[in-house]
């Protein structure tokens, strides 16, 4: 496989994703303040030498938020995205692979699912368990199981019929070689790319969850929450709502952008 | 505008100016330094009513060359000098608004698929009825009452009915017609042949061809045919061109080309078409031996109502794959299997290697089957199956070692620690470098992909091999050495063939019994010398007169080939 890096959205995406990887991983110690630390003096300021990005209305250093704020995150939409590719992938391959009325039955009820929009499926389970970061996550993986699923199915069934696989049914090979061995190296490259693109809607979705005081709950420093927290204080400090939108917009395009990039250059034929 | 005859090409002695005269043309894709070459230094004439035939296999250029006549060439290809006239007219220094008008006017075209080259929503008449609008400016009705003439001349039986049919309510024969009735529509000058009977059955690409042949002397309309099939191409053109890798390497009349090819190119194409006449199979096997495999009233049924269906009421029909199938294999034999698509043959492969369910019995070594599950792998084992695209029937993502080395792990015929000689014993068998197993499918060719795809059946060690068309989708030239590859694995292992085909010519070469398919039913079985009999099936008559004799050619080249009569 060609690195994906070598185009220039693949660059950008890398690079981005660079930035945010540093942040989530070691964001709490770059820190230069304690990011819950008020500077009553400097309150709502815009970016000085003193604080590269500004204070809240608490004069608390934004900058420091932000680091602090990344590893939750980001590992919020990795962490909800692994458990929904997983899922949907384990029910779209089951789907794809038995055929027949097993496929017919999961994939009616799947698309009775995917009728219902992601952000308002996720507030319905939300509303259902409470609040709260880790219920969050479970209602984003649930909500992103069923696209999955249809994704995985797809792929399945256009691998299924390739002569291949007929070899290898043909050559009495047992099923789980078929499916783990012939099918599925072949139809990961599109759940991998869909996979990572939806890391970005995660994040956003996090971040949406946060801003409508259903995911993070203060003084967490979640950069969605950290929004809705500055949305009174808009219009005297408008760095306070610039910012971590930025930083939320940066993450979700570095996953999207990388993931065209893992696209094109996990397509066999081009590489090796 | 097209009366610009003043420019008479020099040194001609002939009275009509050419048609069409390409002159030093070349084309690169890609940059000029590090593109690739598709067409170098391209030189050839078409009179008024002639018909030049451009043979050439894949990757030879031969379609770049007719996009580059249509001007109607990707971004990123690059023109050096060189000039293509249309009865004179540069066509390259034409602007592509110009073009507009050209194409479909002056020069047509006419494709391979006729299922893909007509849109599938829009009514035959219509698609006919706009060229005529577009380019003689007919209104609707005129235009209308015109494509019915036009399809009249193309031996459609009811014009009217077939104007208003959808393609998809046309066979591929009737699709084909209606566009080389859309090609004539405006008397062009010249049309273009792409490989027009290369989608179709045998005996439909017959009749197109007797109807091509027909038109043109009737309009006298220059045509350039272009086809990978030397033997379809000596039939139809009195003159032909041979291109390989982007140069014409040999161009003449037919007859004296095919008497005395001059360049090693064409000899080896020639030596490469399959001649019925000459043998090139294993010895024939003892004939009084019990058979290895045999289906007693085999019967497949595909995509009956489902209960979904029942519930509704909706009335879809079955189809026969195959019905009441009786065949028999003997052992060390090569049974070859011919009929057009849909005739069921390749559902018999798919039963015989456990891919279909169906009713029937198949006896296998004296052990009997009546479901699709009682295949066990012992049979699986002994019944090996090679498939159609070499490109999809190898795993993209295992290396050829791993690929070969499967059946030997599966079957446990090879422990472990011995399995990479095997697979390098495998690869020199069939001719294949023992380092390509650290390759991955993409980096061989097509025919390198077939080979590694007969070592894996081979593998097994199976007593029987399933060839479902294997040769059909490579050039002739690698055809021909898949084919005796195939016969030398089976003069040294004694494996029963199975060989199904569409290729009369090449099947008469290899088979010793020839089963002739038509709808699903077994119409007629024969030993190959037996096959212009009089006795035969009228079906098995028809497949083969449509069949193209290849050329005449004074001596056969005596290289590789041995092998004594059946």
């Known amino acids: ?272 | 505008m097209s009366e610009t005859n003043n420019q008479t090409a020099a040194g001609s002695a002939g009275t009509t100016p050419p048609i069409l005269e390409v002159r030093d043309y070349s084309l690169t894709y890609g940059g000029p330094e590090q593109g690739v070459k598709v067409l170098d230094d391209i030189n050839l004439t078409i009179r008024r009513g002639e018909t030049l035939g451009l043979v050439g296999e894949s990757g030879s250029g031969k379609s770049s060359l007719a996009w580059a006549i249509m001007r109607y060439l990707p971004a990123l290809a690059t023109e050096s000098d060189g000039a293509i006239l249309l009865s004179g007219e540069n066509l390259r220094s034409k602007s592509q608004y110009q073009m507009l008008d050209i194409r479909g006017r002056r020069i047509a075209m006419v494709f391979q698929d006729p299922s893909m080259s007509l849109n599938p929503t829009l009514r035959l008449g219509e698609q006919l009825s706009e060229v005529l609008i577009r380019h003689r400016g007919l209104s609707l009705q005129q235009a209308w009452k015109e494509g019915e003439a036009a399809l009249a001349r193309t031996g459609i039986t009811r014009p009217a009915e077939m104007m208003k049919r959808y393609p998809h309510e046309a066979s591929g024969g009737e699709k084909q017609r209606v566009v080389i009735a859309t090609a004539l529509a405006c008397s062009p000058e010249l049309i273009i042949f792409d490989e027009p009977t290369t989608a179709l059955d045998v005996i439909t690409a017959r009749q197109i061809l007797q109807l091509f042949e027909t038109l043109r002397e009737e309009t006298d309309v220059s045509a350039l045919y272009i086809s990978h099939d030397l033997g379809l191409v000596s039939r139809i053109a009195p003159r032909v061109a041979v291109i390989h890798r982007g140069v014409i390497v040999e161009q003449g009349q037919c007859a004296e080309v095919f008497r005395d090819p001059r360049e090693a190119y064409t000899r080896r194409l020639l030596a490469a078409l399959p001649r019925p006449d000459r043998w090139l199979g294993v010895d024939q096997p003892a004939t009084g031996a019990a058979p290895l495999l045999e289906t007693q009233a085999l019967n497949v049924r595909y995509g009956g109502p489902s209960l979904l269906d029942r519930i509704t009421g909706s009335a879809k029909q079955a189809v026969d794959g195959a019905i009441d199938v009786a065949l028999g294999v003997r052992p060390g034999e090569l049974l070859g299997v011919v009929g057009e698509s849909g005739s069921g043959k390749s559902t018999v492969a798919k039963v015989l290697s456990g891919l279909q369910d169906f009713r029937g019995t198949v006896r296998f070594d004296g052990r009997g089957f009546v479901r699709r599950r009682d295949f066990d792998r012992r049979y699986r084992r002994a019944v090996q199956v090679i498939f159609q695209h070499p490109d999809s029937s190898l795993n993209p993502r295992q290396t050829i070692g791993q690929i070969l080395s499967r059946p030997l792990k599966l079957y446990g015929l090879v422990p472990a620690a011995q399995r990479p000689a095997k697979v390098a014993e495998l690869l020199e068998k069939v001719l294949l470098p023992a380092d390509y197993a650290r390759r991955y499918p993409h980096q061989l060719s097509g025919g390198e992909k077939q080979r590694v795809a007969i070592a894996r059946a081979f593998a097994a060690q199976p007593r029987l091999v399933i060839c479902d068309e294997i040769t059909s989708s490579l050039d002739v030239s690698v055809q021909a050495s898949i084919a005796r590859l195939m016969v030398g694995l089976q003069a040294e292992t004694g494996t029963a063939c199975i060989f199904i085909t569409h290729d009369l010519n090449l099947v008469r070469q290899l088979a010793h019994r020839i089963a002739v398919m038509q709808h699903g039913r077994l119409v007629d079985l024969f030993d190959t010398p037996d096959a212009e009999a009089p006795e035969r099936h009228p079906y098995t008559r028809a497949l083969l007169e449509a069949v193209t004799p290849p050329p005449v050619v004074a001596e056969a080249p005596v290289d590789d080939l041995e092998g004594t009569g059946p």
């Open chain 1, 1 to 272: 496989m060609t690195s994906p890096f070598r185009s220039y959205p693949g660059m950008v995406g890398g690079l981005l994703l660079l930035i945010v990887g540093v942040a989530a991983l070691f964001g709490p110690w770059l820190a230069p303040y304690d990011p819950q630390q008020f500077h009553p003096q400097v309150r709502l300021q815009g970016p000085s030498a003193a604080h590269w990005l500004g204070t809240d209305q608490f004069g608390r250093d934004i900058l420091s938020r932000l680091l602090h704020g990344a590893p939750s995150t980001v590992f919020f939409g990795i962490g909800a995205t692994l458990l929904g590719v997983a899922a949907g992938t384990i029910i779209g391959v089951i789907a794809g692979v038995a055929g027949r009325w097993v496929d017919s039955v999961i994939m009616r009820i799947i698309d009775g699912f995917l009728a219902v929009p992601d952000l308002l499926f996720t507030l319905l389970i939300v509303t259902i368990l409470g609040g709260g970061m880790g219920h969050a996550m479970l209602a984003v993986a649930v909500a992103f199981t069923p696209g999955m699923a249809r994704i995985a199915r797809s792929a399945v069934l256009s691998i299924r019929t390739r002569e291949y696989v007929l070899a290898a049914v043909a050559r009495g090979e047992s099923s789980v070689y078929i499916v783990g061995r012939e099918v599925m190296p072949n139809a990961m490259g599109p759940i991998i790319v869909e996979a990572t693109i939806r890391v970005s809607f995660a994040i956003m979705i996090g971040a949406t969850l946060g801003f409508l005081g259903l995911g993070a709950q203060p003084p967490s420093t979640e950069w969605g929450l950290m929004v809705a927290e500055a949305r009174q204080f808009m219009f005297r400090n408008p760095w306070m709502v610039v910012v971590p939108g930025i930083a939320i917009a940066l993450a979700a395009m570095g996953f999207n952008l990388f993931g065209d990039a893992l696209r094109d250059s996990l397509d066999v034929r081009r590489s090796h």
